[in-house]
Nanobody
């Protein structure tokens, strides 16, 4: 089991930047690939980013590629999402998720992640 707590959300103007953090506790953090998802009002949950256990590989949803960067610090049991060039359409609740599997070919699907944080609100104004 692992517990996840997101932080760093808030209000930012379009074109600005924001960094989200996800602090993990419980099982060994380095044994989990980590992902970020988001959900806007009235919309389906959307894959944002994923990082492998070692942090050597990252993957991004098409809508954020080139603007967002996922990273992790295993010594601090924390995963980050650095968001730049923010757009109003980035407004959503952002969720951190953990995947204990060695390999997850369907990493864009939320149900492949076993543990989730409570979410943090990101609002981008125009």
């Amino acid at each position: 089991q692992v517990q996840l707590v997101e932080s760093g959300g808030g209000l930012v103007q379009a074109g600005g930047s924001l960094r989200l953090s996800c602090a993990a506790s419980g099982r060994t953090f380095s044994n989990y690939a980590m992902g970020w998802f988001r959900q806007a009002p009235g919309k389906e949950r959307e894959f944002v980013a994923r990082i492998t256990r070692s942090g050597m590989s990252t993957y991004y949803g098409d809508s954020v590629k080139g603007r967002f960067t996922i990273s992790r610090d295993n010594a601090k049991n924390t995963v980050f999402l650095q968001m730049t060039s923010l757009k109003p359409e980035d407004t959503a609740v952002y969720y951190c998720a953990a995947d204990p599997r060695l390999s997850s070919p369907n990493y864009k699907i939320g149900r492949n992640y076993d543990y989730w944080g409570q979410g943090t609100q990101v609002t981008v104004s125009s």
